[in-house]
C-alpha cells in the first residue's frame, strides 16, 4: 500500500512540475539554439577576417573552406575525398573536406546537426528528404547551376517543387526486371526482352512465371496435382516497397499522385486494380513468393538466393550485390518490365544539396557542379551502383561503351537496351518524391494499410478505401 | 527534564550533523537523477507541446499533438492494443515457461550445470544474431518451420508474414529469451526452506499440492520482482519489430516503442514523438501501480504482514 501510495504521489509530482517547468525549459532550448546556430557561421566568416589582413597571406588561408557530406564508409569517405583533393589543387579558391556518414545514420545525423545549426555547406540528402526539408527551408536554390552548360543532368533527374528547382539527383537509377538465365535454360523459356518495344504485357509475364514455377513434384500452376505448399522455384517476384508499387499504378492508367503531386490518384480503380495483380502474384496466380514488405533485400531474397527466376528492383543492384553473385557463378540477365496499359519505370537517385545555413552558396554550387562530372564519381559508376546523369553518357555510344563494358555488368547490348536506353525513353517516369512532399509519411501509411492485401485477407480495395481518408492526410502533411 | 532536552538536542544536532553528511553523500545520486532522468523527462513533455521537427525553429501548439494522437493518428490505436497483446502473452508465457524450467534445474539431475547454463545461453546471444536466426525459422516460403509442416504434409503457417500469427510469434522468442528469470527464480527456489516439504511429505502432501501450498506461496516475492521487471521489459518491446517485421504486416506488430522511434528518427515529427512518449509512460505507470496495488492480496511475507 505504502509502494503503490508513494509511486503515485511521485507521478503526480513529476506531471505538475514538469507542466510548468517543461514550457520554460522549452523557450530555453530555442534560445539557446540561436547563438548556436550562428556560431559556424562566425568561425566561417572568420576565416574570411583573416584573409584581410594582408601580413598574413597564405595561398591557404585565403581558400573558402566548404565540407561536403556523403554516406558510405570511412574508406568511401577517403576516396571522394582523393576526389576533392583534385579540385582543391585545380583551382585557388574553395578548399573541399568530405564527411562520411555511414548510411543507417545518415539522416539521423543531419537532422541533428541542422538543429544545432552545424550543417555541412553540401551534401548528399535522401530521395524523400528533399522536397521536406526544402519546405523547411534548408535548402538553397540551385536552379542557376547548368546556366550555360554543354551538358545538363537528365531532366527527369531534377526535384522540383512549386515551379522551383531544388536540387539535382547525384545519381540516376530505374527500376528494372532481373532474371535467372539458367532457370530459363532449363525451362526451356525464351528470356524476357530487354527492348522497350518488346516489354511483355502482364498477361504475357505471369503466364512465363507459370512455366518457371514449380512444385516438389515438376508440377506447375494450372496442373492437374499442383500444390501451392511445396513449391520449390517460384517464376515471379514483384518488389511491393511502396515506392516501387507506384510503378504499377502508373501502368495501369492510375498512379498515386497527379502530375503536379497535389492530388492523390491512389483511390482510383485503375490504381487499386494495379496493386490487387501484383498481390494476386502470389494470392492466385501462385507464381510468386509471399513478401508483406517487412525487409529491403528484394533481390537477395530472390534472384541471389536462387529461388525465383525473374524479380523487379533498382539498377543500383548490379553493383550492390549481384556483382559479387555474378563471381560466385550467378547467370543473370536484365529486361525491362512488364507492363499493364502504358509502358512505366521510375527514375530515381539521391540529391545533392546545397544546405541554406551555409555562407558560401556560389563555392558550394561551383564543387558540386564540377564533383557531378561523372568522371569524378567513377567509382560508384564503374561498379554498377550509380547510372550517371548527365545525359551525354546516354547518347554517345563511346561514352556509354566506356561506362558499360567492364566485366561488373551484364553484356553491353543487354544493358544499354534493358537499362541505358530504358532510362531515357518515354516509359522512364520521376519517382513520386522528386515533386510530391511528405513521400516518407505517405509510403510508412501505405505500406501499412496494404498490410494485410498481401496475405489476401483483405483486398487492395477494401484496404485502400478504408483509408483514404488517412492517406489523404499523410498527403497533405496533416498525418 | 532539564537533562532530557539536553540529550535530546545533542542527539538533534548528531542527527542533523549526521544527515549533512548523508546529502552531501547523496548529491552525486540525485545529479544524476535530475540530470539523467527528471531534465530530459521534462523536456519530452515540454517538447511534446511543440511542433518540432528538427529543422525549423519549434512552435508552441498546446495538447495538439496529444488531441492528433487520439483522433486522427493511422497507427496509435493498433500499437497500444499490439503492444499489450505481445506483453501479456510474452510475460505469461515466460513466467509459466521459465518457472517451470528452473523447477526442473532445481533437482538433482546429471549434468545439471550444463542445462543451467543452455538456459541461460538465449539470453546472453547478440539481439541481431538471435533475430536474424528466427527469421529463417519463421520465413514464409522457404523457412525451416514450413519446411517441417510440409515434410508431415500440412499446409504452410505465415507466422510473422501473417498480422495474426505475428504476435504469438515473437512472443514465442521472447519467451526462449527469458533466461534471466530462469535464474532468478533459481535462486528463490533453493531459498524454499526444505523442512515445509519434509513436514508435508510427511502428512500426505502430493507434489501438486506441495507446489501450490508450499512453493508458490513462499517463491511469492519472487515471482513479484519477476513479473514487474518481466512486464516493463515487454511492454517496452522494439527489437523484434526494428529486426524482423518493420511493425507489419500493417500494423499488427508496430509496438508503441517502435511507433515512437519511426516518428522519431524516420519522419522527423519529434513533437509528435515526445507526445507518445508519454503516453508510453503512462501506460508503463498505470500497469505497475495495478500491480503494486494488487500485491499485497497475495504476496506472502514470511514473518508476517509488516505493511
Known amino acids: 500500500m505504502k509502494a503503490s501510495k508513494s509511486i503515485g504521489a511521485g507521478l503526480l509530482s513529476v506531471l505538475l512540475v514538469s507542466s510548468v517547468v517543461g514550457c520554460g525549459n522549452n523557450e530555453k532550448n530555442t534560445a539557446s539554439s540561436t547563438p548556436s546556430s550562428s556560431a559556424p557561421s562566425s568561425s566561417a566568416s572568420s576565416g574570411g577576417e583573416a584573409s584581410k589582413t594582408p601580413e598574413k597571406t597564405d595561398t591557404k588561408k585565403e581558400k573558402v573552406k566548404i565540407t561536403y557530406s556523403m554516406w558510405g564508409s570511412a574508406e568511401e569517405g577517403n576516396v571522394t575525398q582523393a576526389v576533392a583533393d583534385k579540385f582543391n589543387a585545380s583551382q585557388d579558391r574553395i578548399e573541399v573536406e568530405v564527411v562520411a556518414i555511414p548510411w543507417e545514420s545518415y539522416m539521423t545525423k543531419l537532422n541533428t546537426q541542422a538543429t544545432g545549426g552545424q550543417l555541412p555547406d553540401t551534401g548528399m540528402l535522401k530521395e524523400d528528404g528533399v522536397i521536406q526539408w526544402s519546405s523547411e527551408g534548408m535548402l538553397n536554390d540551385v536552379s542557376a547551376m547548368y546556366e550555360g552548360s554543354d551538358s545538363k543532368p537528365l531532366d527527369s533527374l531534377a526535384y522540383k517543387y512549386q515551379g522551383k528547382t531544388l536540387a539535382y539527383a547525384a545519381a540516376n537509377e530505374v527500376l528494372l526486371l532481373y532474371y535467372n538465365k539458367d532457370m530459363f535454360d532449363k525451362a526451356g523459356v525464351a528470356y524476357p526482352p530487354s527492348a522497350l518495344d518488346k516489354a511483355w504485357t502482364w498477361d504475357e509475364f505471369v503466364a512465363t512465371a507459370k512455366k518457371l514455377t514449380v512444385d516438389k513434384k515438376g508440377k506447375h500452376p494450372g496442373e492437374d496435382g499442383f500444390d501451392k505448399d511445396s513449391i520449390v522455384q517460384y517464376g515471379a517476384s514483384v518488389e511491393n516497397l511502396p515506392w516501387q508499387l507506384e510503378t504499377w499504378a502508373l501502368s495501369n492508367g492510375g498512379g498515386f499522385y497527379s502530375a503536379d503531386g497535389t492530388e492523390l490518384r491512389i483511390g482510383e480503380d485503375a490504381s487499386v486494380e494495379a496493386i490487387q495483380k501484383v498481390a494476386d502474384l502470389y494470392l492466385k496466380d501462385h507464381v510468386a513468393p509471399l513478401s508483406v514488405g517487412q525487409t529491403d533485400d528484394g533481390i537477395q531474397r530472390t534472384i541471389i538466393a536462387g529461388t525465383v527466376a525473374m524479380a523487379t528492383n533498382g539498377a543500383w543492384n548490379v553493383g550492390t550485390s549481384l556483382n559479387t553473385a555474378k563471381e560466385e557463378g550467378l547467370n543473370y540477365g536484365v529486361a525491362v518490365l512488364p507492363y499493364m496499359k502504358d509502358k512505366v519505370t521510375l527514375n530515381t537517385g539521391g540529391a545533392n544539396v546545397v544546405f541554406s545555413q551555409t555562407k558560401h552558396p556560389a563555392e558550394a554550387m561551383e564543387w558540386l557542379k564540377w564533383y557531378n562530372s561523372e568522371e569524378n564519381n567513377w567509382g560508384l559508376i564503374s561498379s554498377g551502383i550509380w547510372m550517371p546523369t548527365l545525359e551525354k553518357w546516354y547518347t554517345d555510344e563511346s561514352l556509354t561503351r566506356k561506362w558499360v563494358e567492364n566485366p561488373n555488368f551484364p553484356p553491353y547490348d543487354e544493358y544499354k537496351s534493358a537499362v541505358v536506353d530504358y532510362a531515357r525513353s518515354s516509359a522512364a517516369r520521376p519517382a513520386a518524391w522528386f515533386y510530391t512532399n511528405h513521400t516518407t509519411d505517405f509510403n510508412t501509411l501505405l505500406g501499412s494499410v496494404l498490410g494485410d492485401v498481401w496475405t489476401g485477407k483483405t483486398t487492395a480495395k477494401d484496404a485502400i478505401a478504408k483509408n483514404l481518408d488517412a492517406l489523404k492526410a499523410a498527403h497533405s502533411g496533416n498525418n | 527534564m532539564e537533562t532530557v532536552s539536553k540529550s535530546s538536542r545533542r542527539r538533534a544536532r548528531i542527527y542533523s550533523a549526521e544527515a549533512r553528511v548523508a546529502y552531501i553523500c547523496l548529491i552525486p545520486a540525485f545529479l544524476g537523477l535530475i540530470f539523467l532522468t527528471y531534465v530530459p523527462l521534462l523536456s519530452v513533455l515540454g517538447i511534446s507541446l511543440t511542433s518540432w521537427t528538427g529543422l525549423a525553429k519549434p512552435e508552441f501548439i498546446g495538447f495538439d499533438n496529444y488531441v492528433k494522437l487520439f483522433t486522427t493518428d493511422p ?38 550445470g550444463f542445462f543451467r547454463a543452455v538456459f541461460y545461453v538465449p539470453y546472453v546471444l547478440p539481439a541481431a544474431a538471435i533475430y536474424v536466426g528466427w527469421s529463417w525459422l519463421y520465413e514464409a516460403n522457404f523457412g525451416f518451420f514450413n519446411y517441417l509442416l510440409s515434410e508431415i504434409g500440412l499446409s504452410k503457417v505465415l ?52 507446489f501450490l501450498h508450499i512453493t508458490l506461496p513462499c517463491m511469492s516475492p519472487i515471482i513479484f520482482y519477476n513479473l514487474l521487471m518481466s512486464l516493463i521489459a515487454n511492454l517496452q518491446v522494439v527489437t523484434p519489430a526494428l529486426a524482423l517485421t518493420n511493425g507489419g504486416p500493417g500494423n499488427s506488430s508496430r509496438f508503441m516503442t517502435y511507433l515512437m522511434y519511426d516518428q522519431a528518427f524516420v519522419n522527423y515529427k519529434l513533437g509528435y514523438a515526445c507526445a507518445t512518449t508519454f503516453i508510453i509512460f503512462a501506460i508503463l505507470a498505470a500497469f505497475t501501480a495495478v500491480l503494486f496495488k494488487t500485491s499485497n492480496r497475495w504476496i506472502f511475507n514470511e514473518g508476517g504482514d509488516d505493511k
Open chain 2, 75 to 112: 497507427y496509435i490505436k493498433d500499437s497500444i492494443i499490439a503492444t499489450i497483446y505481445f506483453a501479456l502473452l510474452s510475460v505469461a508465457g515466460s513466467m509459466i515457461y521459465s518457472l517451470f524450467i528452473a523447477m526442473l534445474l532445481n533437482r538433482k539431475i546429471p549434468a545439471r
Open chain 2, 159 to 210: 507466422f510473422i508474414a501473417d498480422s495474426s500469427y505475428v504476435v504469438p510469434s515473437l512472443s514465442l522468442i521472447s519467451v526462449w529469451l527469458a533466461g534471466n528469470l530462469i535464474v532468478i527464480f533459481l535462486a528463490g527456489l533453493q531459498n524454499v526452506p526444505s523442512v515445509y516439504h519434509e513436514a508435508a511429505e510427511m502428512d500426505g502432501a502430493n507434489g501438486w499440492q506441495r
